[in-house]
């Protein structure tokens, strides 16, 4: 593969990081408002965080060597140009979309990312609550397509590590609304509040990671209501291990599809139907709990998030 | 960077923030004051499964719910909460009150702290031999 490196952004950003969650943690406490925190809910998020930054030392090899096989393999040159580099970041950040999109969609890719979702709180250190088990969803091959199309993997690569330093400072109930104009083309703290909602109106949605027009486009973009957010997981872990918040729900996946008396197809279901799915029905799905909620709650129906 | 000041910074950054965050009275768990209070923790986890008789520790550290389904426990998680319905949970007395276990990867160990007369009435509840609380 032709030389080519970019400074690795995200390690680079770990200072920043660190201010801002003290500046946002300073804010809240003198402002009384703005957020909350609790401490070994941020020590979780803090250790996940670190956590994932070691998986990717350890397991980095498995994704870049397939980005190089692919690059060996490929025609496409499309060279290292600023304008390259903004298209590179634009479409990587569609892929981001979809892998978001599939993330929330399939308990497969749910089980790597659902630690993120497992906070009750909404602060920086949310942010960081990042997976240790991305390589095992193959995700990786969505990105398959822009080394193929000519984008060098190391630019790709760099253009995702500024996708998610992008998506740090959105994690904040300190920023009420940014401009409109800003609020219609890019992902704001209000548009990913939305998106860590519990509540069954904002479940499923506002997928995006820098541009919400993806879900503009996409048909999953929901605007935050007056409804306040309720943040975590529809059914909240109880526990701060690291660990188990890292691995719960591949243990879930084992336990279902080694369960006796299933046939090899809702074996199969148990690992890649949306999360909730069950093969006696016995469970809630995102689509079930919108609909009881429409049932105990009429009045919403066709309102955002239950159109 | 290279990986030792990386590493330097982050384990001063974690410590650090967990320290100021503990300072500013930000670990006190929450404690369930009132009956209402926890069956709003519930219902906010179970909205389809109406909590019956609930009973809280004396302490205010959980609260046993009685549903349709059986009995179920809802309890702190730092400032806020979580819930499970008990079915298949085993519990073994401690010093301190229960060691709970559930079958349930995302919650699958509680150590509620209980008062010596609490112990055996919940754990019969618990495990099943009664139905409630006496």
């Excluded at chain 1, 997976?131 to 995700?139: A, I, P, Q």
């Excluded at chain 1, 993997?153 to 253009?159: G, N, T, Y």
């Excluded at chain 1, 109880?238 to 008396?261: C, K, M, S």
């Excluded at chain 2, 060691?99 to 919650?107: E, I, N, R, W, Y």
Aim: overall charge positive; proline content about 5%; charged content about 15%.
């Amino acid at each position: 593969m032709a030389e080519l490196s970019y400074p690795d952004v995200t390690q680079l950003a770990v200072p920043v990081f660190i201010a801002a969650i003290l500046i946002e943690v300073w804010w809240i406490s003198s402002k009384k408002r703005g957020g909350r925190y609790e401490t070994r809910d941020a020590v979780t998020s803090l250790i996940m965080g670190a956590g994932s930054v070691v998986a990717g030392i350890l397991l980095g090899f498995v994704a870049w060597g397939f980005f190089s096989a692919l690059w060996a393999v490929t025609p496409l040159d499309l060279g290292t140009s600023v304008w390259v580099i903004a298209l590179c970041f634009v479409l990587d950040d569609l892929r981001y979309y979809w892998v978001h999109r599939f993330g929330h969609r399939v308990r497969w890719v749910w089980a790597s990312h659902v630690n993120h979702h497992s906070s009750q709180h909404y602060n920086l250190t949310t942010a960081l609550r990042q997976t240790w088990t991305g390589t095992f969803t193959f995700m990786m091959v969505l990105r398959a397509p822009l080394i193929l199309l000519g984008f060098h993997p190391a630019m790709v690569l760099f253009v995702g590590g500024l996708n998610l330093i992008y998506q740090f400072w959105i994690h904040t109930e300190a920023i009420t609304k940014m401009p409109r104009w800003f609020e219609a083309v890019m992902n704001t703290p209000s548009h990913h509040r939305v998106h860590h909602g519990r509540n069954a109106r904002y479940l499923d949605a506002n997928y995006a990671g820098v541009f919400i027009v993806w879900d503009k486009m996409f048909g999953t973009f929901v605007p935050e209501q007056d409804e306040k957010v309720d943040y975590g997981l529809v059914r909240n872990i109880g526990t701060f291990n690291p660990l188990r918040v890292a691995f719960h729900e591949w243990q879930g996946i084992w336990r279902d599809v080694t369960q006796q008396g299933l046939t090899w197809r809702e074996r199969l279901m148990y690992c890649v139907a949306p999360p909730g799915w069950s093969h006696d029905g016995s469970r809630d799905t995102s689509e079930t709990i919108k609909a009881k909620h429409l049932a105990r709650n009429p009045q919403d129906k066709g309102t955002p998030g239950f159109s | 960077m290279p990986l030792h000041w990386l590493v330097i910074l982050v384990v001063t950054g974690i410590a650090g923030i967990a320290l100021i965050t503990h300072r500013l009275g930000w670990s006190a768990p929450r404690r369930f004051t009132t009956e209402a209070e926890a069956r709003a923790a519930w219902a906010r986890e179970f909205p389809d499964l109406p909590a019956g008789t609930v009973a809280l520790t004396r302490q205010g550290a959980a609260a046993l719910v009685m549903t349709a389904q059986g009995p179920g426990l809802v309890w702190p998680m730092g400032a806020d909460s979580a819930a499970r319905l008990l079915t298949g949970a085993k519990a073994r007395p401690t010093t301190k009150g229960l060691d709970l276990h559930l079958p349930d990867p995302s919650a699958p160990h509680l150590r509620l702290v209980l008062d010596p007369d609490e112990v055996k009435s919940w754990a019969r509840v618990i495990d099943g031999g009664d139905t409630w609380l006496s």
